[in-house]
């Protein structure tokens, strides 16, 4: 099965990425698309590189990079560019050539509907991933499955014409803790990301502990890796602490580098967790503090594999906590890695995402949530809601001896509905049973337990675990 990945990077990053490498500007495309891949920049959306394994033959391009994009064309005697349309124009050529039964877009903006009804070559399924600001006029009527890890983008995303959304984790390389893990931390809080209109709460956020915590504890040591994306200015105290914008491995670096790791949402999806930070940070071993989100257990477990914060006052003083009490910001940091791990590892997810390509394929006749622009009965779309989760448990059941990894996909979707729904986390246990996970199927179990104490079987199973584990 052909697969075509198309993803832009941050042109400030590709401006570093070349400005290093002088060497790779003229190099063959297929060289450059390895050493991006291999630098790690956007590694949580990569799919391509890590399908093959899975029975596709896969290629990824970087819509907007004039080096790589410039060199297939010169391989492909793709001439005459002009310096406007150059990416629509060899994106489009990239279709034509390899013919791809699947066509991926990360993100649809700009390669949207009016694009898709340009190719001579049409993919039998037109996927695309959002989980940001969806634009107003972003037309998705062409797009087959959406992608988010986002509960309000997904209702956007239906409203802009998608036939089908999905929710769905991206995950983190697994080559990348090796490339990290001597690194010894020195800083006290690390944060990487945006400063910018978009993220009025983050900038809050930034802006106190900056302010605030060297008044409180004047030795802490602060570091940010902010780029400026806009909006208010920022202010003197986040200045002083900004070393200038870090990405790919030198994220992941400078991620690892700090005791605690900060983060807090875009402003649009209200807290709700499911930014890439929440696996970046947390994959490199360090401790992450992020805002308080009743779903955010369908991730990490709060206080076990993650620590959360309420208002800025809790934040500082989990802050003064943790880098006083380093045996439990270890131990945490530590069970939060392990859980990435386990459920959120590229090998993990791009078994996950083939699972849900071949699944679309075979059923794009019969898309779960069409889009709609009449008003919706509150009662019907909660009853479309219910049958959605329990088809995905049924699905779940059904693969779990067999697929344990692919069912737990299907339970990671249910649980985004943020509906508490008997058995789920007891069908969780029960996969990570399957995968030899016994330290996971507990936690799942006590999960079940505590939203549905008088689930006896998973009781039974919870306390069998528990005996075997005191036995040796």
């Not at 889009?371 to 779309?381: I, K, M, N």
């Amino acid at each position: 099965m052909r697969f075509l990945q198309l993803q832009a990077f941050y042109p400030s990053y590709l401006n570093l990425f070349y400005s290093s490498r002088p060497e790779l500007i003229e190099a063959p495309f297929t060289r450059q698309i390895q050493e991006l891949v291999a630098d790690g920049f956007t590694g949580c959306h990569l799919f391509a590189p890590y399908l093959a394994p899975h029975g596709f033959e896969s290629h990824l391009v970087v819509v907007n990079n004039p080096c790589s994009q410039g060199q297939w064309a010169r391989e492909h005697n793709l001439h005459s560019l002009s310096s406007e349309g150059w990416q629509h124009t060899i994106a489009r050529a990239q279709i034509e050539y390899y013919q791809p039964d699947v066509l991926y877009l990360n993100s649809p903006i700009g390669y949207d509907s009016r694009f898709l009804s340009s190719l001579r070559w049409k993919p039998k399924l037109v996927m695309g991933w959002l989980s940001a600001e969806v634009p107003a006029d972003l037309d998705l009527t062409s797009i087959d499955l959406m992608l988010t890890s986002s509960s309000v983008c997904r209702d956007m995303l239906l409203q802009r014409g998608a036939r089908q959304v999905e929710f769905f984790w991206p995950g983190i390389p697994d080559a990348i803790w090796n490339q990290v893990r001597t690194i010894q931390p020195e800083d006290d809080v690390g944060f990487c990301g945006q400063w910018s209109h978009a993220h009025q709460n983050r900038n809050a956020m930034l802006a106190h502990v900056a302010t605030h915590l060297p008044q409180r504890r004047p030795s802490s040591r602060i570091a940010y890796y902010v780029e400026y994306g806009g909006g208010s200015p920022m202010p003197p105290s986040v200045q002083s602490v900004n070393r200038g914008s870090r990405y790919g491995m030198e994220m992941y670096r400078a991620l690892r580098a700090a005791k605690i790791g900060i983060n807090a949402a875009i402003d649009m999806t209200k807290r709700e967790p499911g930014s890439m930070r929440i696996l970046e940070v947390t994959s490199v071993g360090c401790m992450l503090l992020t805002e308080h989100d009743s779903s955010l257990s369908r991730f990490l477990e709060p206080d076990q594999e993650v620590v959360t914060f309420s208002s800025h006052g809790e934040l500082l003083d989990k802050i003064e906590y943790y880098l006083d009490h380093e045996d439990e910001r270890l131990a945490i940091a530590e069970r939060g890695r392990l859980r990435i791990l386990r459920e959120h590892s590229m090998s993990v997810k791009a078994g996950n995402f083939a699972s849900l390509v071949k699944q679309s394929l075979h059923n794009r006749a019969k898309p779960i949530a069409k889009s709609t622009h009449a008003p919706r009965d509150g009662r019907q779309e909660q009853g479309e809601t219910i049958e959605r989760i329990f088809e995905l448990l049924e699905r779940a059941i059904n693969q779990c001896e067999e697929a344990p990894a692919e069912a737990l996909q299907c339970l990671i979707t249910a649980s985004s509905f943020n509906l508490q729904v008997p058995g789920l986390e007891h069908l969780r246990g029960l996969c990570y049973l399957q995968m030899g996970e016994i330290s996971s199927a507990r936690d799942a179990l006590e999960r079940e337990l505590r939203g549905f104490p008088t689930n006896q079987s998973a009781r039974n199973l919870l306390n069998q675990l528990i005996c075997k584990a005191l036995n040796g």
